[in-house]
């Protein structure tokens, strides 16, 4: 309603802003427009007699409609928006060029079938520009190229792009394709891969970020892209984020990721450091595997092409931001912080300041566990400790649903730089002058969390750290030949081991890391260590559980700290019962024991009588 005088001049017009912002005046409008289309009444001051109806469909970024010419009852589509000025009276576009269905032979001959005339570029520039060319058959594509194109009607708005990679000898193609403008990647100013006239790759905002097109899955994406990370931008192989906006007529609810989540920015990680690809997914794995406490970001992992050329195995993952992470959390709204000076990056850190504060003075586990989800930060703080993460402090992100009872989590960042298997990272992260995540001086101060701590640390090594060599085993195999590709894409321009070599020193640190950790911790915390013989049931008995971690059946030997209680538990199948404990005095399936205490531990089981 237009509730305030609101003069138009005799044959003039006047601009109303559907914005919904009618404090800045009467030509402002209390509704906004739907993206999708809808319905304009014009309604006299009666209330009652409809003036004018109109019915608009969706419509593309940088389009819109309008009566053509000024006046009459005939509306049109128009590429160039007038607002404040008469409409173009050129021609009238009824809708939306379709994509053209773009089809490649084993002789790299193109084939192109579109409504219309094809306008096509080979080397990832706009089809749009005036550099495109006109498709006219024979049309054969060099391998190692991208195929963009649009269709051209006159009686229709240039709509959806197509995106065809040709790859070059050797690669399948399958995989996530990226093509934008080459001046837009390689320019000396304006180039956001070039180092260029002023450092551009470490340029950063959005007067960086490009017009690009995405393959993820099957169908091309207009999104915009900037480059993404920090120390990875010095390297030759870097990182992309991803943007889907209304400017770049990018889906809508944006990009879909397997935990469920559709979020509007994502990234092609490069995984660029020497061991980076197996150490990021071995610890995921472990994560979601054991059920840890702590979130990560679903990836897959494939080939990227730029422009058509291969540039190496990529991780697409959703941005550990607030959308996301408020989806994951079921939070209309989130505190959260990154980096060692905990940065505000939604919503206020005064929250985390206090809980902090809890915890450095020893404040009671209440207290602490009121504000702070311990079983988040112990499960972070084992993963620091058991990899040495040399960057523990710097990449760090945590968050709280912003409600009462609302308590701070956090998420896995960056697994790609862990310390030689002897290092006493204890003691290192005992030396920071301030507080810093993980925090391990403080739950090592605490009793009740260093018991924590060192219990979980214990049941971990038994069960994740232990299965570590054969999640990376499973995982190189799984990528090898995509590792092997990369490595050959990259060996001369990049610091990086072979995949082989990378394989085996996972292994051999994960072999070794327990017991140098272990005896680092034992010292720190003045307590002596014992190894206890445990004997898992078969899979068709039962599952034994130490600290909620199934142990694999058959025997293990356990490094265990004196003092620290584990809480064990015995869930057998249906048909066999629990019989007791060889071992321990504990009565019942599900207790808590000292298992420095045991020098083994059986459960006994037997089968149910009818």
């Keep these: ?23 800045r005046g009467p030509q402002h409008l209390g509704f906004t427009l739907e993206k999708q289309g809808g319905a304009i009444l014009l309604i006299a001051p009666d209330g009652l007699s409809i003036a004018d109806l109109f019915t608009y469909p969706a419509l593309r970024a940088n389009t819109s409609m309008g009566r053509s010419p000024d006046g009459p009852t005939t509306w049109s589509l128009f590429a160039q928006p007038t607002p404040g000025a008469a409409n173009e009276t050129s021609g009238i576009a009824r809708g939306f060029s379709k994509a ?30 005036a550099d495109a060319m006109r498709f006219v058959e024979p049309v054969v594509v060099e391998p190692g190229h991208v195929v963009r194109a649009i269709a051209v009607h006159e009686e229709l708005l240039i709509g959806d792009e197509a995106m065809l990679l040709v790859p070059a000898n050797g690669h399948a193609g399958e995989g996530f394709s990226l093509a934008l403008d080459p001046q837009d990647l390689w320019g000396d100013s304006t180039g956001i891969y070039n180092p260029g006239a002023a450092q551009n790759h470490t340029r950063r905002g959005i007067f960086w970020e490009r017009d690009a097109v995405v393959r993820i899955d099957s169908s091309a994406l207009s999104v915009g892209t900037r480059l993404f990370g920090s120390g990875s931008r010095g ?46 997914a071995v610890m ?43 989806q994951r959390s079921n939070a209309e709204a989130l505190d ?48 620091d400790l058991w990899t040495g993460r040399a960057d523990h402090e710097l990449n760090v992100r945590c968050y709280r649903p912003r409600e009462r009872d609302g ?46 701590l060192l219990a979980r640390m214990t049941a971990l090594q038994a069960t ?28 001369l321009q990049l610091d990086m081991p072979t995949p082989e070599a990378s394989l085996a020193e996972l292994k051999s640190f994960a072999t070794q890391r327990g017991a140098h950790l272990f005896a680092h911790l034992a010292k720190s915390t003045g307590r002596r260590l014992h190894e206890t013989v445990i004997e898992a049931p078969r899979a068709d008995q039962g599952v034994l559980l130490i600290d909620g971690l199934a142990l694999p059946p058959g025997k293990h030997s356990v490094r265990c700290f004196e003092g620290v209680l584990m809480h064990i538990e015995l869930r057998a199948v249906e048909g066999q019962e629990f019989a007791g404990w060889k071992g321990a005095d504990l009565a019942t399936a599900s207790g808590t024991i000292d298992l420095w205490k045991a020098k083994s531990l059986r459960p006994v089981l037997r089968s149910v009588v009818p």
């Design 1 to 23: 309603m237009i509730d305030a005088p609101l003069r138009v001049p005799a044959k003039g017009h006047v601009l109303l802003l559907c914005d919904g912002r009618t404090e």
């Design 100 to 129: 053209p269905q773009l089809e490649l032979d084993a002789t790299g001959r193109l084939t192109a079938t579109a409504e219309g005339e094809v306008r096509f570029t080979t080397d990832g520039s706009d089809p749009r520009g």
């Design 235 to 280: 390297l030759g192989k870097r990182s992309f984020k991803l943007y889907a906006r209304d400017r770049y007529d990018s889906p809508a609810d944006g990009f879909a990721f397997s935990d469920g989540t559709r979020v509007h920015e994502g990234v092609l990680r490069a995984d660029a450091s020497p061991n980076a690809f197996l150490r990021n």
């Design 284 to 326: 995921e794995k472990v994560v979601h595997r054991f059920g840890l406490h702590l979130l990560v970001q679903p990836s897959v992992a494939k080939p990227l092409y730029l422009n058509g050329a291969y540039w190496g195995l990529y991780r697409w993952m959703p941005g550990k931001d607030e959308e996301w992470l408020k």
């Design 336 to 383: 959260m912080l990154e980096g060692p000076a905990s940065t505000e990056r939604s919503g206020k850190g005064d929250h985390f300041l206090n809980a902090r504060e809890l915890l450095v003075r020893g404040a009671p586990i209440d207290s602490i566990d009121a504000v702070i989800d311990t079983r988040s930060l112990i499960d972070l703080a084992c993963i």
């Design 407 to 452: 308590r701070w989590r956090w998420v896995l960042f960056d697994m790609d730089l862990w310390a030689p298997p002897n290092e006493n990272s204890v003691q290192r992260m005992s030396l920071a002058v301030l507080p810093e995540t993980p925090f391990v001086p403080q739950l090592l101060a605490h009793p009740e969390l260093q018991q924590r």
């Design 464 to 491: 994740a750290f232990e299965q570590i060599p054969a999640i990376a085993d499973s995982l190189y195999h799984t990528h090898a030949a995509e590792l092997a590709d990369d490595f050959k894409r990259w060996d």
